[in-house]
Nanobody, 120 residues
Framework: QVQLVESGGGLVQPGGSLRLSCAAS????????MGWYRQAPGKRRELVAI???????NYADSVKGRFTISRDGAKNTVDLHMNSLKPEDTAVYYC??????????????WGQGTQVTVSS
């Protein structure tokens, strides 16, 4: 199992920056993939950025060039660095871990979410 705890959300003005952090309860290198998703009111949850065990990362087109996903193996954290924030980035951001478990196959774990509001 994996427990995930997000932090770092808040209110920021358009054009500003925020850093979200996701702390995992075990080594992130034992996890196949970790990602950040977001869900705005009335919309489906969508992928923002994902980083796999090899270190390769992918981003949603809407955040390419503005957001960066990174990881720290010593702290077992995966961070989302968000720059040039826009009002449309407003959402609850969730961390997800996808890992392979014997007897269960691939299993997904979610954090509790953290609110990001971009507004003047």
């Amino acid at each position: 199992q994996v427990q995930l705890v997000e932090s770092g959300g808040g209110l920021v003005q358009p054009g500003g920056s925020l850093r979200l952090s996701c702390a995992a309860s075990r080594s992130i290198f034992s996890i196949n993939a970790m990602g950040w998703y977001r869900q705005a009111p009335g919309k489906r949850r969508e992928l923002v950025a994902i980083i796999i065990r090899s270190g390769n990362a992918n981003y949603a087109d809407s955040v390419k060039g503005r957001f960066t996903i990174s990881r720290d193996g010593a702290k077992n954290t995966v961070d989302l660095h968000m720059n040039s924030l826009k009002p449309e980035d407003t959402a609850v951001y969730y961390c997800k871990a996808r890992t392979y478990e014997l007897g269960s196959g691939f299993v997904e774990y979610w954090g509790q979410g953290t609110q990001v509001t971009v507004s003047s």
